[in-house]
């Protein structure tokens, strides 16, 4: 595996998933939104951090369940498009310094 870019500005899924572990795993805004709006059921992650890291680490596989593919997918940009859960999104953002 390799730290550096795959091609562009897109990064390889698994190292992109490795660099969002090192995010802090509560952030204000995310957090806030999930309290106020809990998922009723099915809700497995203890924190956005690690639902949006296990969103994007099985990409490099063929998935599994409800989330099969023909191919892995590498890349970070092409998931990304693909995650739509707002406060995932928001926590992102959040993490990463975008200003409220």
């Known amino acids: 595996m390799t730290s550096r870019k795959q091609t562009g ?3 390889d899924v698994r190292v992109f998933a490795q660099m969002l572990e090192k995010l802090p ?3 204000p805004v995310s957090d806030a939104m999930e309290a106020a709006s809990p998922q009723e059921k099915d809700r497995w992650w203890s924190s956005q951090r690690e639902h949006v890291v296990a969103w994007f680490r099985p990409q ?3 998935g599994s369940g409800a989330f099969v593919r023909l191919e892995p997918n590498l890349s970070a ?3 990304y498009q693909r995650f739509s859960c707002a406060e995932g999104l928001i ?3 959040e993490a990463v310094g975008v200003d409220p």
Do not use: F, N, Q
């Open 9 to 11: 500005s897109d990064w």
């Open 25 to 27: 795993e509560h952030v």
């Open 60 to 62: 490099a596989t063929r």
């Open 77 to 79: 940009a092409k998931t």
């Open 91 to 93: 926590s992102l953002a």
